[in-house]
Each structure stands twice: as C-alpha cells, then as structure tokens.
C-alpha cells in the first residue's frame, strides 16, 4: 500500500483518554481500572482508548521497577487486549525482555492481541528524573498498522528530541500517540509549568506531520510530586479538538475524522515534498566528522 494513501472507508473515529492515577507499584489494582475503562469505553463505542505513561504501574518505582516488570505476552496485557477485542488501545508498562532488561514500555493492542511495543528511546536521568539507573533504552522507532490508518508511539522524553517526531513522520503516519507521566510545576501565567511548552509542541508536530497527535499524560500524586494531566488531541491544524483539565483523573473524548489528514496533505504538500536524501547525507557528513 502507498504510505501517503489510508483505508477510509470509515474515517471517523471515537477516541477517549484515559487520563488516570495510577497507585505506584500495584500491577492487580491498576489492571483492574484498565479493565473497567476498557469496558466501560467499549460500552459507549469507542474505537480507541489511551492510557498513559508506567499506566500499569506508576511512575516512580526506583528499586520496584523490576518487581512490576512484565513481558509483553504476559497475562495482564493479554486481558486488557481481550477485553479490548476490536477497539485499539495503547497501555503503558514496564517490560522485561529474554534477556531480563528492563524497559519503559508501550503496547499498542488491536483485535484481542498486542500488535506492536515501543521501548522509550531517551530516558531522562537529569533533576527529578532518575530512569537511567533502572531502564534500558529502546533503540527504534517503527509505524504500526492500526487498521485503515498507520501509528506511531512515542513516550515522554522521547518528543523532547526532534529526531524521533521526524522518523515517525516519514513513515507516514496518521496517528502520532504520545504518552507521558509529567510532573506538575509552578503555574505561569495560568498555565502548569510544562504545560505551555508541551502543548506548543503537541501542536507543532500534529502541523508538520500532517497528522493527528493524541497525547495522554497522568494525574495524581506519587511522594508529594503532582502529575499536571492536560491530554488532549491536536489535529492536523494544529487545532486542539479535545482537552482534559490540569491536575484531576478524567476521561476525554473527542471524535476525529482521517479525512483531515488526506485533505491536509493534498492542500500542502509538505511530506511529499521533504527531501530525505539531504537530511541523511548531512547527517552522515555530521557524523563522519565527530569520528
């Protein structure tokens, strides 16, 4: 198939954000809310449902990390996929894999199955952050089939570097899921402090991938650190099409429409026209001369 071309024979889309709190190191009680919003979303005929960053067990675990650390045909995953059955849903936990590394996972679901698995690339070990003493850092970033549309998973730190945005982008993706578990910070100008430098970014990319980007971060509180929450779903535009409230656990829901996306690209043919062969000859270039 054409990567520029969709399956539209549906284009519309019923999408809601999971924007929970998930209790840190409790693997069976968080399974048991993915459960029930799994079910619940069904009931109401979503098409896809997103959780956030660690949803399946908390952001800072620390020395819990390999306790919680499932792999990705573990039974957990199997039952939330299918209780999912046909409606996709992406979930955020910590995989171990053969070699028992551990990693900062998601799992995009499809049909009663785990169809694909991004392992966080950048994984930030700098101020509140200390990922690097306990994760393995993933080390690519493929485009998924989600049925009539093509995805791409990015997680937190992973969209503070352009590079991974850009590699998405030229898989012709139409869905750019970004999860995250980001701290709250000092409130400017009525705004949390990330706040205003992700949704710039949220927006950004959802204009020059010529795609939607659909983004869920966490709430709650895990020792005395607060999770700001905001997930929402910017279009092709730009345009925010939905928005969760700052702070508190919440369910968003939007409905998005592929056509957007095929119109975008015909009006402005920005994809079309990148010229990959410069990007990689001037990073080669770059490269040989770190050498």
Same mark, same amino acid.
Request: with cysteine; charged share 25%; glycine share 6%.
């Given at each position: 198939m054409d990567l520029t071309e969709m399956d539209i024979s549906k284009p519309k889309m019923k999408v809601r954000l999971a924007q929970i709190a998930p209790r840190l190191g409790d693997v069976g009680r968080n399974r048991q809310t993915h459960l029930e919003a799994v079910r619940q979303a069904r009931a109401d005929g979503l098409d896809l449902l997103v959780f956030p960053e660690l949803s399946l067990t908390g952001y800072y675990l620390r020395d819990l990390t390999a306790e919680v650390a499932i792999t990705a045909d573990d039974p957990a995953l199997r039952e939330i996929a299918e209780a999912a059955g046909p409606m996709r849903t @992406? @979930?955020?936990? @910590?995989?171990?894999?053969?070699?028992?590394?551990?990693?900062?996972?998601?799992a995009f679901t499809a049909d009663g199955a785990v169809r694909h698995i991004h392992r966080k690339v950048y994984l930030p070990t700098y101020g509140m952050f200390d990922e690097g003493r306990y994760l393995t850092p993933g080390e690519e970033v493929r485009a998924f089939d989600g049925g009539g549309w093509r995805g791409g998973l990015l997680i937190c730190e992973d969209a503070w570097h352009l590079s991974l945005p850009l590699l998405l982008t030229r898989q012709w993706i139409d869905l750019m899921?970004? %999860?995250?578990?980001?701290?709250?910070?000092?409130?400017?100008?009525?705004?949390?402090?990330?706040?205003?430098?992700?949704e710039d970014m949220l927006a950004t990319y959802a204009r020059h991938g010529?795609?939607?980007? @659909?983004?869920?971060?966490?709430a709650g509180f895990e020792d005395g650190v607060a999770f700001w929450g905001g997930s929402g779903v910017w279009a092709?535009?730009?345009?925010?099409?939905?928005?969760?409230?700052?702070?508190e656990e919440a369910m968003c829901e939007c409905e998005i429409?592929?056509?957007?996306?095929?119109?975008?690209?015909?009006?402005?043919? %920005?994809?079309?026209?990148?010229?990959?062969?410069?990007?990689?000859?001037?990073?080669?270039?770059?490269?040989?001369?770190?050498?």
């Open positions: @992406v @979930v955020g936990f @910590v995989e171990r894999d053969a070699e028992s590394r551990l990693f900062c996972s998601a899921f970004i %999860i995250s578990a980001s701290p709250a910070r000092a409130l400017a100008n009525d705004r949390m402090g990330p706040q205003a430098a992700w010529q795609c939607f980007v @659909v983004y869920c971060n966490r092709p535009s730009g345009q925010a099409v939905c928005r969760a409230p700052l702070l429409d592929l056509r957007d996306i095929a119109e975008g690209r015909m009006a402005s043919p %920005i994809l079309a026209d990148e010229r990959d062969d410069i990007t990689l000859r001037e990073l080669e270039r770059i490269l040989r001369g770190r050498a």
